[in-house]
């Protein structure tokens, strides 16, 4: 079983910039593609971005693109997904997902989950 953490979340004014990490299993997390998804309050949850296996394919929702790094380090057990000029629509309670699918959009192609970091981004 793959356990996730996420850390990295936090309160930035617009503009800025947080990179949010994603520490996985030692030894079973390279297996896996990542994707990070973000869910706002009353909306539904939504892919951000994926990496897979090696971290050399990355994906990305139209919205973010331009505006999010992901990256990985398996030999940190890590995934990173770097947010540049954030919004404040952009608040959203952010998690990482490990799953077989490199860059499936659908939250039920991912197998584990992690339990999410709050991003608040004011005005």
């Known amino acids: 079983q793959v356990q996730l953490v996420e850390s990295g979340g936090g309160l930035v004014q617009a503009g800025g910039s947080l990179r949010l990490s994603c520490l996985g299993s030692?030894?079973?997390?390279?297996?896996?593609?990542v994707g990070w998804f973000r869910q706002a309050p009353g909306k539904e949850r939504q892919f951000v971005a994926g990496?897979?296996?090696?971290?050399?394919?990355?994906y990305y929702t139209d919205s973010m693109k331009g505006r999010a790094t992901i990256s990985r380090d398996n030999a940190k057990n890590t995934v990173y997904l770097q947010i540049d000029s954030l919004k404040p629509e952009d608040t959203a309670v952010y998690s990482c997902?490990?799953?077989?699918?490199?860059?499936?959009?659908?939250?039920?192609?991912?197998?584990?989950w992690g339990q999410g970091t709050q991003v608040s981004v004011s005005i």
């Open positions: 997902a490990a799953g077989r699918l490199p860059g499936s959009k659908k939250p039920v192609d991912y197998d584990y």
């Open positions: 030692p030894r079973i997390f390279i297996n896996y593609a």
């Open positions: 990496v897979n296996w090696s971290g050399e394919t990355t």
